[in-house]
C-alpha cells in the first residue's frame, strides 16, 4: 500500500518511520515549502496513493481535505482547529465518495479515555452538586487552544446529559505530548480523570492503523468506530 503525508512535521516524520510496520510504502511528503498554495496535491504525485495522511495545519487542513478527495484518495485526519467546518469536510467525503478518517486524537488510550468521560458525565447529569472542568496542556508549538482533544470531551460531556457549566481552561509550554484532565467537585469529594501521553508514538501508530482499516472503503467515520464499532 502507498501512503502520502501531508504535513511533513514531527507527526508526519514519526509516520514516515512507523509506515512499514503496518505495509505502507510511503510515497509523497507534503509541508509547507513544497505544498504551498496547495501545490503538491496533483494527480501525478498522488498517482497510485492508496491513502493519505493528513497533519497539517487548521488553516491549511480543509483546503488539503478538498483537493485529496477531489483526487479520489482516501483520508486519515488528525489536524485539529476546524472543527466548525466538519459538517462540510463530511459532505465533501460523500461527494467524492471516498473514505476518511478523522479523530483529534489518534491515541486508542484517549478514545478510551473519551468514553470513559462520557460516562462519568451521564452518571453525574442528574447530580446538581457537582460543577465540573476540562483542562488541558500541551507544548508551546500547538496552534489551537484549546485543543480539539478537549472540545471533543466537552461536547460528549453535554451529549450524555450534563447540563451544569464546565469551566474550560488550557495550557501550552515545552515540548509537552499533551495532558487532559476532567473533574467533578462537591462539597463532599471530587472526581478527577486524567490521560497524560508519554509521547506522539501513540498517535501515529493509532493514525496508521486507520490508514490500514480505510484502504478501499468509503464513507466518513472517527477513530472509535473503527475501535468499538458505531454506537
Known amino acids: 500500500m502507498k501512503l502520502a503525508i501531508v504535513g511533513y512535521g514531527k507527526m508526519g516524520r514519526l509516520i514516515e518511520q512507523l509506515a512499514p510496520e503496518y505495509g505502507f510504502e510511503v510515497g509523497p511528503k507534503l509541508d509547507e515549502f513544497n505544498n504551498a498554495n496547495f501545490a503538491g496535491i496533483t494527480p501525478e504525485n498522488f498517482r497510485g496513493v492508496d491513502v493519505a495522511v493528513e497533519f497539517s495545519t487548521p488553516e491549511a487542513a480543509v ?9 479520489g484518495v482516501n483520508l486519515v485526519v488528525g489536524t485539529t482547529g476546524w472543527l466548525d467546518r466538519l459538517d462540510y469536510v463530511r459532505s465533501v467525503v460523500e461527494r467524492a465518495g471516498i473514505g476518511m478518517v478523522w479523530s483529534p486524537n489518534y491515541s486508542v488510550g484517549m478514545n478510551v479515555f473519551f468514553r470513559l468521560v462520557e460516562e462519568a458525565a451521564r452518571l453525574l447529569a442528574g447530580q446538581p452538586e457537582y460543577g465540573a472542568w476540562a483542562w488541558e496542556i500541551h507544548h508551546a508549538a500547538k496552534k489551537d487552544a484549546p485543543s480539539g482533544t478537549l472540545l471533543k470531551l466537552v461536547e460528549q460531556m453535554k451529549r450524555a446529559g450534563y447540563q451544569a457549566p464546565i469551566s474550560t481552561g488550557c495550557n501550552r509550554a515545552g515540548a509537552h505530548p499533551g495532558t487532559h484532565e476532567i473533574g ?31 484502504v478501499g472503503k468509503k464513507g466518513f467515520y472517527e477513530f472509535g468506530e473503527i475501535l468499538w464499532g458505531r454506537v
Not at 483546503?63 to 483526487?71: D, F, P, T
Not at 462537591?186 to 490500514?212: C, K, P, V, W, Y
Open 184 to 214: 467533578f467537585d462537591s462539597s463532599a469529594d471530587t472526581i478527577t480523570l486524567r490521560h497524560t501521553a508519554r509521547s506522539r508514538e501513540g498517535f501515529a501508530r493509532g493514525a496508521l492503523r486507520a490508514a490500514q482499516w480505510i
Open 63 to 71: 483546503g488539503n481535505i478538498e483537493r485529496i478527495a477531489a483526487l
